[in-house]
């Protein structure tokens, strides 16, 4: 048995006017799931799709169909959010270890109708059996060609231009509609002959959409990548403002631009506590303490994230944020036109070119300085220097050969990774400090001091492998041969 969808626009009837043969179909059976998923799609990851249909669990394979796994479902208060300790026994024994202590987020819904049926050939024989299913705005159809009459299946697909799919599980979630995206990262579409205004409006626009669709989220901790996807957000909103800033109109933008720079600042708090803790119990260096020594700092932490996390959700439900973000969102609809200046009329390729070549040059300048001497504002500020390339390489990535960019992606990414370990270790040594400040307060035991100490100085001595690895990263990352690469990318001569 083999799965297909119809081409948007095509009818069923269409393909039964084009055939010899007839159709015969039972009554439609109504069918309504919900579709349930981690923040970044563990599941679907895994060709796994949990749909909840009643109060009934299912755990199907994406790419058969084959249902594994079901059992009855006790649903939670706030359906929007399944703890995997409500699943059913079986189901629930299968599914954490493939999530980790992720929960999962109602990621969407779908109702449709499905038909068996038959296909008859001219002369009255059934040759197919058939199942079709309905949704709003999309069709999929199977075809199980009875033994001798294999042909009869191409003739129907011919007939209706159908497309292959690998299963009813699949075309569900291709049809469903998404409450939540489990895709973080947003598309950014921009064609060579779009003007200036018209991409910084696409981007801008693309952004405040995951911005906005991160928020209840961010509010409802359900899962730590929902704070890190809405500052990626921010950041590449405010990536977007510095690199626009010789054509955008200032006078429009400067209230924006210190909005989103105070929520990124409001934002770093909770997301540094989330990655020190994240780190705490796995991190080598801290291997040497027991349990019962970490336990009050960690206890201090949290309450110190409690806190910054209330500030930050009263923030998120505040009047004054909504009022911005609504006002940013309006300003982007009904503005359209006149964000730019004049210039921005212009084709946006060449000015992309520019501002690509810009800030890989101040890269190569700036990462060439870097000594054993410099100091780390300088390493945090290459840092934030390559997010602003790779981000504008996001927004411009449907202008370029895609080869030569996945190339240069590559050593960016072990570049970028290196710099942000850099930073991880600096802020791990600014909260193993706290840690050693608060024992010597606590009247702990010297020893239980001493280590604090020692997990401090292993940091720092960490701290200065980075430079010998930064060298041959960064030699990678700027060799002649990747020079070429990028310059050839934009169609640019150095």
Not at 206 to 215: M, P, Q, S, V
Request: net charge neutral.
């Amino acid at each position: 048995m083999s799965w297909y969808t119809l081409p948007k626009g095509k009818q069923l009837d269409e393909i039964t006017s084009s055939l010899k043969g007839s159709f015969s179909w039972e009554r439609p059976q109504s069918s309504h799931q919900e579709i349930y998923d981690t923040f970044i799609g563990s599941l679907a990851a895994q060709d796994l799709q949990l749909a909840l249909v009643d109060k009934t669990a299912v755990l199907y394979r994406t790419d058969t169909g084959e249902e594994l796994m079901s059992g009855s479902l006790r649903l939670p208060p706030d359906p929007s959010v399944l703890p995997p300790a409500r699943l059913p026994g079986e189901i629930q024994g299968r599914i954490p270890p493939e999530i980790g202590d992720r929960v999962l987020l109602h990621i969407g819904s779908i109702s449709y109708t499905v038909r068996s049926g038959t296909y008859s050939n001219r002369d009255g024989k059934i040759v197919c059996r058939l199942a079709l299913c309905e949704a709003e705005g999309s069709t999929a159809i199977s075809i199980e060609p009875l033994r001798g009459y294999r042909k009869s299946e191409g003739k129907i697909v011919e007939a209706g231009s159908l497309i292959e799919t690998v299963s009813e599980a699949a075309w569900r979630m291709a049809a469903m509609e998404q409450l939540i995206s489990c895709q973080a990262v947003p598309a950014f579409t921009v064609h060579a002959e779009v003007s200036i205004n018209d991409a910084f409006t696409h981007i801008c626009t693309t952004l405040i959409r995951f911005i906005r669709g991160n928020e209840f989220g961010v509010i409802g901790e359900f899962d730590t990548e929902f704070l890190h996807d809405y500052r990626v957000s921010i950041r590449k909103t405010r990536v977007a403002f510095d690199q626009f800033r010789p054509i955008i109109k200032r006078g429009k933008f400067k209230r924006f631009s210190r909005f989103f720079k105070l929520l990124g600042t409001e934002t770093t708090p909770v997301r540094d506590l989330d990655v020190f803790l994240g780190n705490l119990g796995t991190h080598e260096l801290f291997s040497g303490f027991e349990e019962t020594e970490l336990k009050p700092f960690i206890t201090y932490l949290k309450r110190a994230r409690r806190s910054d996390q209330k500030h930050l959700v009263s923030r998120l439900e505040s009047i004054d944020y909504q009022a911005e973000c609504d006002a940013w969102e309006q300003l982007l609809t009904e503005e359209t036109k006149n964000l730019c200046r004049a210039k921005g009329d212009k084709p946006f390729l060449p000015f992309a070119r520019k501002r690509l070549k810009a800030l890989y040059e101040q890269i190569l300048e700036d990462g060439n300085a870097i000594t054993h001497a410099t100091r780390e504002e300088r390493i945090h500020t290459l840092r934030k220097d390559c997010k602003k390339l790779r981000y504008m390489l996001m927004f411009t990535s449907s202008l370029f050969d895609p080869e030569p960019m996945e190339k240069l992606l590559i050593t960016m990414k072990s570049l970028q990774d290196l710099l942000g370990n850099f930073n991880d270790l600096c802020v791990h040594i600014a909260y193993m400090e706290q840690f050693s400040q608060y024992l010597a307060s606590h009247g702990a035991q010297q020893e239980q001091v001493g280590h604090a100490v020692r997990v401090i100085d292993s940091l720092q001595t960490e701290k200065t492998r980075f430079f010998p690895e930064f060298e041959q990263t960064f030699g990678r990352f700027s060799s002649k041969k990747q020079q070429k690469n990028f310059y050839r990318m934009i169609h640019i001569t150095p």
